[in-house]
């Protein structure tokens, strides 16, 4: 009888030790964590991907070099800017938009929805540079993987 009550609490215990680590490995919410300041079809950034900008001097070099209108560098303390951006685009009509945002464990994880002109319809015969500034968090995470239609998905280790 005591061997069965011994696997009947290492049965218990071990659940429980399992149930812990799925809620340890469940997404939480981080869209209050993640704020967009700006989205944009003429930022400037002429190839595809995440630009990420750790300081206020590193911003403004980007800024500068980028040729785009950005906008300025938040005022928080603790928070840096990424840009998630689509590269030249022969036309108008193209942009990224905010989704969501969530975190798993140490991981954050950006949903955008990326957006392109119909075929059939009339636009800008203009080059663009879409891209959507966020502000996020300068810690609490390892990685940060922008999702959404191509040219994504992207991640960034963090520095």
Request: with cysteine.
């Amino acid at each position: 009888m005591n061997g069965l009550k011994a696997s009947a609490i290492l049965v218990l215990g071990l659940s429980g030790l399992a149930g812990c680590a799925a809620m340890a490995d469940s997404d939480v919410d981080a869209s209050q964590e993640v704020g967009v300041l700006m989205s944009s079809q003429y930022c400037g950034f002429t190839a595809p991907g995440l630009v990420l900008a750790t300081d206020r001097s590193q911003w403004a070099q980007l800024s500068s070099a980028s040729g785009g209108s950005l906008p300025p560098w938040p005022e928080e303390a603790g928070q840096w800017l990424l840009v998630a951006n689509l590269g030249q685009k022969p036309t108008g009509g193209h942009r990224i938009d905010f989704k969501s945002a969530s975190r798993t464990d140490r991981n954050l994880s950006i949903e955008v929805a990326v957006r392109q002109p119909a075929a059939d319809a009339m636009v800008t015969q203009a080059l663009t540079t879409p891209c959507l500034v966020m502000v996020l968090p300068a810690g609490g995470w390892d990685t940060v993987t922008v999702e959404g239609a191509e040219p994504f998905p992207v991640t960034r280790q963090h520095p």
